[in-house]
């Protein structure tokens, strides 16, 4: 049975683990919430050690032809737009190595025409030399069309559900193949199915009221670790940030709320991976080290070319998808997905996680190692003596 089928279900919300994680979303007192943190760092530092594993996005294109209504790159916003060539991929990717990355997510609006298989497929070629983990964040593909790029070297596939509301999602997303709520909610399964090693799902938090996402989530979660047990599960927590089309989040979730949910995740799930973007601002990043992140991006463009300048002479702007030729000014760059909000360097990132007694991590998987099973991020270390991790402010 698809998950997809699964949620269907009346009763796909009645196992222990999920009866378990409903208890501890509920609002806490700060007391509560104290002993919660506590138990998800002691659970954090015995499945993955004092690490951090860091990553960057690099924006392949900004086209799409869906339209979804908080998304800065929605086919009717008149953005500047550009699709890198191969030489612009590489290009980004110096610049990433460079600065230490050997674990790159290549993102990209969804455009057949600008982003097939073929264009994916030998950006992963070019860059596998030097990046040994290659994640995709697309537009959900076949079984068949996944296989040419974990073939390639992705190891890695990230989809985000957005909101597992069925109407809220109708409401969101009102044209493109993006509509489609199933064809999404199953893509981890075909990617599982085409060989990724890595799958990584989240829900885009503000939609929706964020306890009804997060249980559903926390089902997929499960449904995953089950079905899909050989790849390491990822779960992400994007809050909606300024992009675009001036969207506005009508549920907003508050620092607190954010906290208890990771900390819920990693008590009812210790051994998933929990990421961290740099939509959030730096204070509550570097707060949320010790309480259950594993994985963190740094240095982040969220803009075809960002790294860069790569692709400024082809930038043109569109109308309801359709190509407009653009007088660039000077300086002037492809729009960005959304704005981010840690804008500290690569090195002020890593230097602030060793100051609090992490270890940045740029590699922890190669072709030539063995099974998955075997990575860094299922070392096993004894949890120090708890103390106090949260702070009553929250």
């Known amino acids: 049975m698809l998950f997809s089928e699964h949620f269907k279900t009346s009763d796909w919300m009645e196992t222990p683990a999920l ?18 943190a506590v138990q998800s760092r002691a659970l954090t530092l015995k499945h993955f050690g004092r690490t951090i594993r860091l990553f960057a996005p690099l924006y392949l294109s900004n086209e799409c032809i869906n339209v979804c209504k908080y998304c800065g790159f929605s086919r009717d916003n008149p953005i500047l737009r550009v699709t890198l ?15 230490g990355f050997r674990n790159i997510l290549l993102v990209a609006g969804e455009h057949p025409k600008f982003v097939s298989g073929g264009y994916l497929e030998e950006c992963i070629r070019r860059m596998r030399g030097d990046v040994p983990s290659i ?22 596939l990230v989809v985000y559900q957005e909101t597992y509301d069925r109407a809220v999602y109708a409401q969101m997303h009102t044209a493109g193949p993006k509509k489609d709520f199933d064809w999404r909610l199953d893509c981890p399964e075909r990617g599982y199915r085409a060989a990724f090693k890595r ?17 559903a989530l926390a089902a997929h979660v499960e449904y995953l670790l089950k079905n899909c047990w050989k790849s390491l599960i990822t779960v992400s927590l994007p809050r909606l940030r300024p992009a675009a089309g001036e969207f506005e989040p009508k549920h907003p979730v508050s620092d607190r709320d954010l906290i208890q949910l990771v900390c819920a995740l990693r008590a009812t799930f210790p051994q998933i991976g929990i990421v961290l973007s ?77 100051e609090l007694g992490y270890e940045p991590v740029w590699k922890d998987w190669d072709a030539v190692l063995a099974p998955p099973a075997q990575n860094s991020e299922f070392r096993t270390q004894n949890p120090e003596s708890s103390r106090t991790v949260f702070h009553s402010e929250y």
């Open 19 to 36: 009866q378990k994680f409903r208890r501890l979303i509920q609002p806490l007192n700060s007391e509560q919430l104290e002993a919660l």
């Open 85 to 99: 060539t191969h030489e612009a991929v590489a290009a980004e990717t110096r610049h990433l190595v460079g600065q």
């Open 135 to 156: 994640h995709l964040e697309l537009g959900p593909m076949e079984v068949e069309s996944y296989l040419p790029l974990t073939a390639a070297g992705a190891e890695g």
């Open 199 to 215: 799958l990584g799902i989240g829900a885009l938090l503000g939609l929706s009221p964020w306890r009804d996402e997060a249980i």
């Open 278 to 354: 740099t939509r959030e601002p730096p204070r509550l990043r570097d707060r949320m080290i010790p309480l259950g992140v594993t994985i963190m991006s740094a240095g982040s463009h969220t803009e075809p070319g960002g790294y860069t300048g790569a692709g400024r002479e082809d930038l043109h702007r569109t109308e309801r998808g359709r190509r407009l030729e653009a007088i660039v000014s000077e300086g002037e760059h492809a729009t960005e997905q959304f704005a981010i909000a840690d804008n500290r360097s690569v090195e002020e990132v890593a230097g602030r996680i060793r």
